[in-house]
Structure formats: structure tokens, C-alpha cells
């Protein structure tokens, strides 16, 4: 038996339609490196959006049709977003850090049919064009080339509908051992994830919020605030230079309130405000994620007035987990009782489960002490990777694994002690450390080699290389440094290659990287000095 409601599917224009509507001339603000400040507004970006879905269609774009993004944050690339979703397409959002044969990977794993791409990145995508075998449209987002198309389309578009749990975006994360993975994104599960978003205890979004996301549009859905802010009506602020002297000017000009990125940008951002006294202007709410964020960090920016929310996130969960807010009893508890408690990952909203499981896959206790591994449920986190032949990754109990190591405490805070993924994550993007080894060993000389993220004070985490050298070989650190540069980022080179007798290994042979992280924990870096 139905209950006496109306129903429409959750589909993601609706929360374009919707800022169209009540909020449409809340502004959308572009600073492109350079100087140029573009602005527009909601009731802009749905006019502009229709008329690049239109021109998608006109393309042959059908429904489910990948389109790629090569991009920085700004407003065209706003448009590509709701263009390509509002012609019934899957926007996939590119990792612009990656290299070369990832990108090559990941675009034809996608299929991607259009790719619209930043000028700055024309001589990559010159480079890889031969090696894509999918794309049949590339658009470069400068110098004319999107305003012309948009131009030439009249907004004469309905948006193309359909059931709400269709995908609708595609992130791919390489924060998994392997290749790098499709996370596929559904309308239903975008929605429902950005009105928890928007809740108090998460982001506080309202129609007044003035938003400024550091994190890049390109990493997990550019923590969904595309969207949230949509949905509220607030005003999106965008910049493609990063740099903290834009930043604190973009804050005081156009009044943010709200700002989000990982602990490394924050970093960058306090020493600014201390070495120059610069302001921070009416910024009220900064959410730090994707790594954890330091107590000297919570604290400077708290003393200042801005409520920090420690999130704790993945690709894989669209990506929100948990935020670290304000309790019942906060008022009772010291400042330095509410940092502890800010400097753990926080608290889930409604629709997100967290359990600990010992290595029998036992559920521990809440009891802030058994650490186990961080298995989550609910209805915007992964069932399957995109295309991927190992089909769900769930359990029977819809439980996905997510490669942290946690405690989980009697208040339901989580607190990531460990990582069980051998993976190093630096700056917020991750470093496959098998991908390191792999290409090290195949360097003359080396006989065994094993990558560990070990702490490093501005980008969190940076690899660092034990290596077995081959019996009666000379190979130098140098040596080993010139073979990666050919077969990694040059962002991935281990900051110091130590040379070792041995490495441990399991019964099977493998290597036994927890025993290696745990032996390297407290390595001191010099490039951290
Ligand atoms: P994002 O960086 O956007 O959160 P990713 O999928 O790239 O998403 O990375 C998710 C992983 O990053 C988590 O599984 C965890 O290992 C790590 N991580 C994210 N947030 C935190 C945090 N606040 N503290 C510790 N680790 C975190």
C-alpha cells in the first residue's frame, strides 16, 4: 500500500532548477590566475548549462555517455558539470595531478566520448590524444573555443529525465592498491548526499554561505559542493590560483564565509596570515579533510573564530563520513577537551554506519581503545567499482571495507589511527607505493625495494624508499632517483632512498609492509627539517 505523498525522482537538476528559481541571481564568482574575475549567477549557469546539454546532444552525447573534464576550479567548468549531467551524460571529473599512463588508463577504462579541457593543460592533452581511444570531441575551455559553442546554442533545453538511481558522475580514486577505480555516482545518492551536507552538524550551507572550495573540483566530486551550494542558493566562489595571498583576497572582496581543503592548503594559508598579518574576512566555517589535520592547525584557525569540521571522507562515500562537530556538552568541556575531541575525524550524519572488525572480521567495541579495520554502509557509499570484474566489494550486510584503521568511541566518535591500504597519501593525492616499488626494482642494481609514507610537516605524508641493492652492485641514490623520473610524477620521487640489508616478508613472500610502516613511523625526513 502507497501513502498519501507525491514522489519525483532525485535527479541532480532539480537542485539546479531549484537555485534557477529561488536564488537565481546569487552570484558564481571565477578568478582565473592571471587576474581575470568572471562573474555570473545560478540563473547564468542553468541558462548556460542547457545550452551546452543542448550542444552535447547535437554531438551525438547519449544517455550514460561519458564526458571528461581536465580542469581547474572555475565557472566554465561549473557548466561542463550541469551541461553534461542535464544531457543525461556521466561527468567524470580527471585527476589533472596523475600521470601519464594513468591518465591514459583512467580516460579509456571511462570511455570518455567529449573531453573538455584548461589551456594550461593543452600540451598534455596534445601529448595523450593519440593514446585515447574514445574521445571524439575535445574542447578547450579558453580562448574562446567554449564561449563560442555556448554562443552558438539557444537555451531552448529540457533536461533529459530518467530514473533516480541512474549514474550521473564518475571519480576515479587511486587511493587503492591497482589500477585506479571508478567510483560511480548516482542522482539519488548526489541528492541525498548533499542535503546531509548541508545539515548544521556537517557544513552548515544556507542561502547566506559564500563559498570558496579549495579542494579541487576534480577530487571526490570536489566534496560535493557543486551541489550543496546549489541547493541552498549560496554563492560559489572559484579560483584556479591557490596561492594564500589570492585566497585572502577573494575572502575579504567577495565575503566568504565557508571554505574546504585539505590540511597542506591550510598550511600554506596560516603562515601567509602570519608572516603578512593578512585577514581572513567574514570566514566563519572551514572544513579540513582528506588527511588528518593537525592540532596546531584546529587550534590557530579556532582562536581566530571559524569553526573547524575535521571531516573524514573518501571517494568511495560521494565523499562525506564524518565531521567533527560540536557536541551537547560542549560548552562544559575546556578548549583543550574540544581540540582533543576536533583532532579526532568526528561523528556520522543520518545515513552513514561505521563498524570496527578485529582480523576474523569480529565487530569490536565502541570503546575508544580496540582498533580494527573501518567498514561502512549506507546509501551513498560504493556497492562496485565502475566496470570493474571483482563485482560488489560489500559483504553480505552491505558493509564496504575502507582501507582505514580505526577506533571507534563510546560517543561514536571515529578516530583513524592506521591505514591498512598500502597507499601514501601526500598533499592530499595518494602515491601507490606497489607502483614505486615496481618501477624501482626494475632499475640496474636493485634487488628489492619497498615504498613507506612516513610523516612530514607540510605535506602530511612523503614516500620514502628502503632498497636491497643486488649482490655486488654499486647503485647510487641518484642512480634510482633518474630511473623512477621516467616512469613516475615527479611529485611521486621517494624524498630519501635508504639502503637496507633485508626487508621482512610474510609466509607468502610478500612484503610486510605493517611491520616496515611500523619500523619507520617516527622516520625523521630532512627535506621536514
Ligand atoms: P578525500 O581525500 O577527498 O577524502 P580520497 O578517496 O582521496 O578522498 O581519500 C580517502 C582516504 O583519505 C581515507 O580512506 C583516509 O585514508 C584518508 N583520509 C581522509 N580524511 C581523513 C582524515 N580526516 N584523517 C585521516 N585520514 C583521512
Not at 531552448?156 to 571508478?182: H, I, Q
Not at 568526528?346 to 572480521?361: A, H, K, N, Q, S
Not at 655486488?472 to 633518474?482: E, M, N, S
Request: aromatic share 8%; hydrophobic share 40%.
Amino acid at each position: 500500500m502507497l501513502g498519501g505523498m507525491q514522489d519525483w525522482p532525485l535527479r541532480v537538476m532539480r537542485l539546479l532548477d531549484h537555485a534557477e528559481r529561488e536564488h537565481g541571481s546569487r552570484e558564481i564568482v571565477s578568478f582565473y590566475a592571471g587576474g581575470e574575475k568572471v562573474r555570473s549567477d545560478w540563473r547564468g549557469v542553468a541558462r548556460d548549462s542547457r545550452r551546452l546539454a543542448r550542444a552535447l546532444v547535437r554531438m551525438g552525447l547519449k544517455r550514460g555517455d561519458r564526458v571528461g573534464t581536465l580542469a581547474m576550479n572555475h565557472g566554465r567548468h561549473l557548466l561542463a558539470w550541469y551541461g553534461a549531467i542535464g544531457a543525461g551524460g556521466v561527468l567524470h571529473t580527471i585527476n589533472t595531478r596523475l600521470f601519464d599512463e594513468q591518465l591514459v588508463y583512467i580516460v579509456n577504462h571511462a570511455e570518455d566520448r567529449v573531453l573538455f579541457y584548461d589551456k594550461s593543460f593543452a600540451p598534455l592533452v596534445e601529448r595523450l590524444k593519440p593514446r585515447w581511444t574514445s574521445v571524439e570531441h575535445y574542447i578547450c575551455f579558453d580562448d574562446g573555443e567554449f564561449d563560442a559553442l555556448l554562443a552558438g546554442e539557444s537555451d531552448d533545453f529540457a533536461w533529459v529525465e530518467g530514473d533516480e538511481r541512474e549514474p550521473m558522475m564518475l571519480c576515479y580514486t587511486s587511493g587503492t592498491t591497482g589500477n585506479p577505480k571508478g567510483v560511480l555516482y548516482e542522482h539519488r545518492s548526489t541528492v541525498i548526499h548533499a542535503m546531509m551536507q548541508i545539515s548544521p552538524d556537517i557544513f552548515d550551507l544556507s542561502a547566506r554561505s559564500v563559498v570558496l572550495p579549495i579542494v579541487p573540483m576534480f577530487h571526490a566530486a570536489g566534496w560535493a559542493l557543486p551541489f550543496s551550494t546549489a541547493m541552498v542558493g549560496g554563492k560559489l566562489v572559484y579560483s584556479t590560483d591557490y596561492t594564500p595571498a589570492v585566497m585572502c583576497e577573494l575572502m575579504r572582496d567577495e565575503g566568504v564565509t565557508h571554505t574546504a581543503g585539505v590540511p597542506t592548503v591550510w598550511l600554506a594559508l596560516m603562515q601567509h596570515v602570519e608572516a603578512t598579518g593578512a585577514g581572513l574576512g567574514k570566514l566563519s566555517s572551514m572544513h579540513i579533510g582528506g588527511s588528518a589535520a593537525p592540532r596546531a592547525m584546529i587550534r590557530y584557525f579556532t582562536e581566530r573564530g571559524i569553526r573547524v569540521g575535521h571531516a573524514w571522507g573518501m571517494t568511495e562515500m560521494s565523499p562525506l563520513g564524518t565531521v567533527g562537530a560540536a557536541t551537547g556538552d560542549w560548552d562544559e568541556l575546556s578548549f583543550d577537551q574540544q581540540l582533543d575531541y576536533m583532532c579526532k575525524q568526528g561523528r556520522v550524519p543520518f545515513g552513514v554506519e561505521l563498524r570496527t572488525v578485529d582480523g576474523e572480521g569480529r565487530v569490536l567495541p565502541r570503546d575508544g581503545q580496540s582498533s580494527g579495520r573501518l567498514q561502512t554502509r549506507g546509501p551513498w557509499i560504493i556497492r562496485q567499482y565502475f566496470q570493474d570484474s571483482n563485482g560488489p566489494i560489500i559483504d553480505a550486510e552491505g558493509w564496504f571495507d575502507t582501507g582505514d584503521i580505526a577506533a571507534l568511541h563510546p560517543n561514536g566518535v571515529l578516530q583513524i589511527t592506521d591505514r591498512s591500504k598500502d597507499v601514501i597519501k601526500s598533499g592530499g593525492e595518494w602515491i601507490s607505493s606497489i607502483d614505486l616499488e615496481n618501477a624501482a626494482v626494475g632499475c640496474p642494481g636493485v634487488a628489492e625495494a619497498a615504498a613507506v609514507g612516513v610523516y612530514h610537516p607540510k605535506w602530511d605524508e612523503r614516500p620514502i624508499l628502503l632498497v636491497v641493492k643486488r649482490e655486488g652492485g654499486d647503485v647510487t641514490p641518484q642512480a634510482i632517483l633518474d630511473h623512477l623520473s621516467g616512469h613516475v610524477a615527479k611529485w611521486w620521487l621517494p624524498d630519501e632512498i635508504v639502503f637496507v640489508e633485508s626487508l621482512p616478508h610474510t609466509a607468502t613472500g610478500k612484503l610486510l609492509k605493517t611491520a616496515l610502516r611500523e619500523q619507520y613511523r617516527d622516520y625523521k625526513l630532512a627535506s621536514a627539517a
